[in-house]
């Protein structure tokens, strides 16, 4: 039998678990507004919540405000980045305004906090495109492959490179 503190406990933890998730339904029902103040609320009582951080952090960006994103996708680590699947975002909005170098920092520090995540490699093969080091690209690429255990993988992205590289047949294949 639940005791009375017993319900209390799992409906607050029902509700901390509920509530990303229905925020991601109110932005498919186009309830962004609504969303944004729920997910608000709750980073403000869960701040440790890093799912709501990086859910409130996407719905900023999509709707326009970069720099109140970046100022809360700034207060993840790297290894939580890579962690909540936020990495290969972060770095590649870097790099798109300008900040080339501090991308490629990034995807460094996400490689070295999860150094068997796939996802942090292919932050680092798109940080490295970025920067212009084609063969460091191709490693990363590689890497995240062999880390997935799929040599099938990132067909899209080892076709960019080599496209950027110029090796056209590459591209291709």
Known sequence: MITWFGKCVLKSYLTHR????????????????????LLEGHIRRNPGDLESVVLTARLLRSSGQLEESDRLFSTLTPGELVDQ???????????????????????????????NAPVARVALADAAVAHGDYPRARRALADANRLSEDPDGQLLRRAWVATRETDLPAALT
């Open 18 to 37: 509920t509530r990303p998730w229905r925020a991601r339904y109110l932005v498919a029902l186009d309830r962004r507004d609504d969303a944004s103040a």
């Open 85 to 115: 699947s936020a990495v290969v975002e972060v770095v590649n909005s870097l790099w798109l305004r300008g900040n080339v170098a501090e991308s490629l920092e990034l995807a460094e520090a996400a490689v070295s906090a999860r150094p």
